[in-house]
């Protein structure tokens, strides 16, 4: 239950002073923005970092793992969210939670900003993941706080603020990114933590005027009898996890191909048991558990989607790096400025849909159809890179426009189900889980990269063209049923638009 009445936190957060919105949201958006901007800036350069000859200032990992894990660290990061969210809902409240996350994240990227081996990559990772899964989808949930039940303006704070997370998505790689592949990978990584403790330093200073009560609040705090037992449960965990770790790395069971198979499992299960644990909940009511059965296939085209979007700091950038003329038109590029192409586009073009969708009124695509579309153009994007193999072989270096291309043509489906997709959750959820749905919206992500951990070892200059026209190709064959299923999906949705 909560202590404060929504009221009480509205009016405790100055309503106009950010582009006619909550003065909160300007806090809220810088700290994502700098949150983003360090994850971005280190996935800018991280594969690059693994693979790189440790002339060249690299770890000099065979290629193929370096892509299976920079997978893995993604699954996590996004995984991490189930319990960041329940940290925020049941102990800490989403203020304190982001505050943490943040220290967290700052921590990992400084550990990666001195010279070290796997080691201190896997330290660092695990760091940054426990403090993404604190961070980001609190830092989302706030700013639904910040406005009054019912107040139109809220949509739009959720634009201006995807539009934070695209803005410093896209400056990371230009900055964190030149500096780790021209100069050295630990400035790099050091930009990124900089980015960070600039976001915490604008969090903390501004938030206790901007933000006023909102999430300093625990919105369903543990009973003392619930706390003993979560203890309980943890200390058990952990000592069973620690006893498993302990038997796994002499008698050799621990590998990388047994942990990406975990998190493969993981990234399937968690989601699975959230729809059964939804759909079975005696506080579902029947509309909702239909809801419920209508989000499975959406989940799961997201799922696809963010498989083919998430290998843009993968295998996209693999492609960047040895398939792609890096002179351009007299310019140096640096490999890891492609992934600055993604949120540039999306700034760009998310208004244009918005206007779209607000112009087409009820004629607009429906929620289903607008999946579809989106792993449409997913599926497209591939088959836009599989050409110049065609066309010249996989040998030859090939335009950037290429990649320029792939990337335009996924961020229209990025912008079909990125920014509807979250709606699409808190829509379709029933009410009882309303406080899992960020971290419900994330797993599809999470299930995504988990599955690229094992897609991304196929690739290979020899299987370059089969492995995207197979990706490529199933994702429009998803895509074609998605579409074909649509009605059936919106009759299941009950109501829900
Ligand atoms: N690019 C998005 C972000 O970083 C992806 C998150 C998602 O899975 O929705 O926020
Ligand atoms: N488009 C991604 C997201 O919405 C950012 C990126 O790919 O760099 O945050």
Sequence with gaps: MSQLSKKEIVESVPQKGFFGHPKGLFSLFFTEFWERFSYY?????????????????????????????????????YMSGVIGGWLADRVFGTSRSVFFGGIFIMLGHIVLSFPGGLGMLFFSMALIVIGTG???PNVSSMVGDIYPAGDNRQDAGFSIFYMGINLGSFIAPLTAGTIGTEYNFHLGFSVAAFGMF???VMF????????????????????????????KIVGIAVIILAILVAIAIPTGYLTLNSFTALVGILGFAIPAAYFIVMYRSPKTTSDEKSRVLAYIPLFLAAVMFWSIAEQGSTILALYADKRTNLDFLGIHISPAWFQSLNPLFIIIFAPVFAWLWVKLGDRQ????????????FAGISFIVILLPGVLSGTDALV????????????????????????SATTKLAPAAFTAQTMSLWFLSNAAAQALNAQLVKLYSADTEMLYFGIIGGVAIVLSIVVFFISPIISRYMKGVH
């Design 399 to 422: 335009s950037p426009i290429w990649l320029a291309l792939s990337i335009f043509t996924l961020v229209l489906g990025e912008l079909c189900i990125s920014p509807v997709g979250l």
């Design 134 to 136: 604190l961070l980001k």
């Design 365 to 376: 695509p429906s929620i289903p159809h607008k999946f579809s579309l989106g792993l449409l």
């Design 204 to 231: 903390v200073v501004t938030k206790k005027k901007n933000l006023g009560l909102a999430g300093t609040y625990v919105a369903n705090p543990l009973s003392p009898a619930e706390k003993k037992k979560t203890i």
């Design 41 to 77: 800036g280190m996935r800018a350069i991280l594969v690059f970092y693994m693979y790189y000859e440790v002339s060249k200032g690299g770890l000099g990992i065979d290629q193929g793992t370096a892509l299976a894990i920079v997978s893995l660290y993604g699954s996590l990061v």
């Design 198 to 200: 600039l976001g915490l």
